[in-house]
């Protein structure tokens, strides 16, 4: 005999007769489901109401099952078990197949990540992997992004963050310009400088490394002022003039000759940032933690080659 579905009393009834079965204590069961006693007695007792029967026998210090109440506990039981089971393998196929998104400023992912993805994806084929290139700093857990790569002082890197790597800040030009190393004003005064803003420190200003070159008042030919880092680049790479580039992003453009580093007769000013990585949860996916242990394993190898320049 098949009963109605509208005959079947509540699932939170269900939960909580047999969350007190399980416990035989509806203290402890209102501890499990984050409700007061009173709740779960509440529903106990309306569970027996729209059933017509005692499920629970009640002494002054301890509870026990009816006949009845024992036989539904059995099959609510099994049915709850099931339940838990199928949600939680559901949930974990889910999370399975989530992408794992990752956030970056937009001369990180297109100079530093974007050419080392391949790697990743040819070890974890099965990983998807979603980007959010964007210079804005962003609440992860809000925004639903699982790895932050943040730029900022050594000193102020947020609580949990790893180092990734740090950055070398030094003039470079596209090989036709023929300048094999600054070492006189007149190229200066004779050439066009390039000049991020998108970063305030001495180290990508050019008035401060002319400074320390002790050429105070060297007026260039003209000067050509970019935001974003990437897009200096692609200037310097298409000739455009001479350029501050961090070595950590344009190493492969200065092995394949794209662009040469600048001698000067002094050194310039030093940059204290770092890159660093946050991740989202202590205890991330499976794909997650992938992702996090290639990207600081990259990041080793980046500073590897940079330590033996």
């Given at each position: ?110 100079l530093w990540l974007l050419p080392r993805l391949p790697d990743f994806q ?188």
């Amino acid at each position: 005999m098949s009963i109605s579905l509208a005959r079947v009393p509540s699932p939170d009834l269900l939960r909580s007769f047999v969350a007190v079965g399980r416990r035989m204590s509806i203290t402890l069961a209102a501890q499990d489901l984050f409700l007061t006693q009173s709740a779960v007695s509440r529903q106990i007792h309306g569970l027996e109401t729209a059933l017509g029967m005692k499920l629970f026998e009640r002494t002054h210090r301890a509870i026990r099952f009816t006949p009845e109440g024992e036989r539904l506990f059995l099959a609510a039981d099994t049915a709850m078990q099931q339940l838990q089971d199928t949600i939680g393998a559901l949930q974990a196929s889910l999370a399975a197949h989530q992408p794992v998104t990752v956030t970056a400023s937009i001369a990180f992912v297109g100079l530093w990540l974007l050419p080392r993805l391949p790697d990743f994806q040819h070890r974890h084929p099965k990983v998807e992997v979603r980007l959010s290139a964007n210079n804005n700093i962003v609440d992860l857990r809000q925004e639903g992004l699982d790895i932050a790569i943040r730029y900022c002082a050594q000193e102020q890197m947020p609580a949990g963050a790893r180092r990734l790597f740090g950055e070398t800040v030094f003039p470079v030009a596209h090989p036709s310009l023929g300048i094999a190393k600054l070492d006189d004003p007149d190229i200066i005064a004779r050439s066009i400088l390039l000049e991020f803003e998108g970063d305030p420190s001495p180290c990508w200003r050019w008035e401060a490394w002319l400074d320390m070159q002790g050429w105070p008042g060297i007026k260039p030919k003209g000067v050509i002022r970019f935001n974003l880092f990437d897009q200096m680049i692609h200037a310097t790479i298409a000739g455009q003039g001479i350029a501050l580039g961090r070595s950590q992003f344009i190493r492969p453009m200065l092995d394949d000759g794209r662009l040469a580093a600048l001698a000067t007769p002094q050194p310039g000013p030093r940059s204290n940032k770092v890159y660093c990585l946050l991740q989202r949860d202590a205890k991330p996916s499976r794909d997650v933690q992938a992702l996090i242990d290639w990207i600081i394993a990259e990041a080793g190898r980046t500073d590897a080659v940079e330590a033996a320049e």
